[in-house]
């Protein structure tokens, strides 16, 4: 079946053709009147039209037939075969007047299949030019949803998405997180009867999602908030945007529940446009669960700073308020064993040198939390100047050596000569070689040697167990290095990295009895770091530990100028 229009002025040629055309399935006009042509084309849309060579001015003819045309073929009707050139570049086939009506037939039948195999091949390729463009848009938006942990945007790139792939005339998107909010993106203004009736539709969807269960959240119509987006407002929806076509998704993943949403459009959505619906409304679910999770996790982090930040406030009142008292006790213990209050027999000496080691010790846990406090509020005071590591070792060895003969051990300090100034202070490296040689002497047996080592090197040539690469990495450059062997209890494997956590004491036969704040190798790393250096150790159970920091040489790091400005 096809519709042909022949224009013509000869009678004659008007007959036979229509006896051809009106034989077959073919719905056939036929015109010579210029106006009636033009009323022939709008209205029925031929398929084919026919011209005859001998009409007045056809050249102009088909020249304006084809600006109003776009898939008619045209078929010209020749004397003799020829065409003129003009007229060949508008035409897709020629008859001759002696052509049977077969082979007018036929050319024509051939005509209107070549026409309608165009026709199928072009809708076939805007078939695949919407495919592309709505995978396109599904990409795009689904790139939108990966970038981002914002809840409100993601619902945002959510309709923006369902817009350009269904180019809707509403939709109601219902958020059930924090407080429920009903969205409306609308083409036109709404109402506020037709709002009203929204806001319930929305609710009674929302409620018919869990049948007999209680829905998550209570949200009532009347007291449900509304965000609406109107895109011309100078238009107005009525009612009957009831009758337009719709689609309706809930917005949820697994047992959790973020919203629904529910779309219309003037004409009816297609099986494909249902699954792009889908699609979206089930993609924006998993990010969504991702910031929610994310909210959580930055809400949990808040309080976890505030507790830290008590707690460390807690730890330096409380350490202050019991150093004043533990000062008089130790003055007191002072004067009552330099005999000023007369003499104290050999027990009485006993208890009294007890009480003053333990008010040591308890003077050094306090300072250590102290410490802590400073350092994590940053408040710790540092004195940078330009200093020699030996004058550190030197200091420390001297201090230390009696404690480590009382216990039967060798404290040796090799000789590296010609060690290359730092930028350090010099209080805190001590403060970091007495904790590393006092743990060594606590840590080791009667008999054995612990010996303090230095040398430069190149951070590149650090060798350190795995646990501290991450550390090692941020190293450039030239460093003096310290280490720190003994031949003690060692540390395993597994515990390397927890003995610089806060309050870690390893568990050993030893750990109780020599005791300890559990603060001194998490002070000496914050200590390093404020150095631009790096702690880490090396050990190996029952046999000995090797502690090792590294000092850069040469750099002022940006940290210590801020400081060497502030001091
Ligand atoms: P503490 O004041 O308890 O010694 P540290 O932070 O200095 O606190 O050390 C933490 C833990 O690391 C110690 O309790 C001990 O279990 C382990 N440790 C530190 N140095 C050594 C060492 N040289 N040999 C064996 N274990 C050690």
Known sequence: MGKILFISNRLEKIQQYSEIFNK?????????????????VEINNPDIIIFDHSFDNIKQLIKKLKSVTTSTSFIFLTQNGNIENDITKYINAFLTEEMSDELVLSTVAVNLKTKHSLEQLSDTNKNLADSLYRLNVLYSTSSQFAGSLDKEKLINYMIEGLDKSLSFDLTCTLCTEDEPVLLLNSLYEISDELLSALKLRTVLNYKSLFEDKKPPFEIEADTLKVVKTVKYPANRFTFT???????FAPISLGDNFFGCIEIFKETPFTSDDATCFQTIAQQVSLPLKSATLYQEIMETNLKLEKLERLKSEFISIVSHELRTPLTAIKNSLDILSGGRCGDINESGQKFLSMAQRNVQRLAGIINDLLDLSKIEAGKMDYHFANMNIHSVIDYVKSSLSVMAKEKGLNLIAEETPDLPDIYADSQR?????????????????????????????????????????EDIQKLQGKYIVVCVEDQGIGI???????????????????????????????????????????IWCESELNKGSRFYFAIPINIVPAKMEKNLILN
């Open 429 to 469: 490296l001590e403060q970091v070689l007495t904790n590393l040689v006092s743990n060594a002497i606590k840590f080791t047996p009667e008999g054995k040697n612990i010996i303090i080592r230095s040398h430069t090197a190149d951070a590149s040539q650090l060798n350190t167990p795995d646990c501290f690469k």
């Open 241 to 247: 945007l009831f009758q337009y076509d719709n689609m």
């Open 492 to 534: 395993a494997e597994k515990d390397l990295l927890r003995a610089f956590d806060k309050f870690a004491q390893i568990e050993n036969s030893l750990s109780r009895k020599v005791g300890g704040s559990g603060l001194g190798l998490p002070i000496a790393k914050q200590l390093l770091q404020a150095h631009n250096g790096a």
């Open 24 to 40: 077959k399935p073919y719905e056939f006009f036929t015109s010579s009147d210029e106006n009636a042509i033009f009323e022939i």
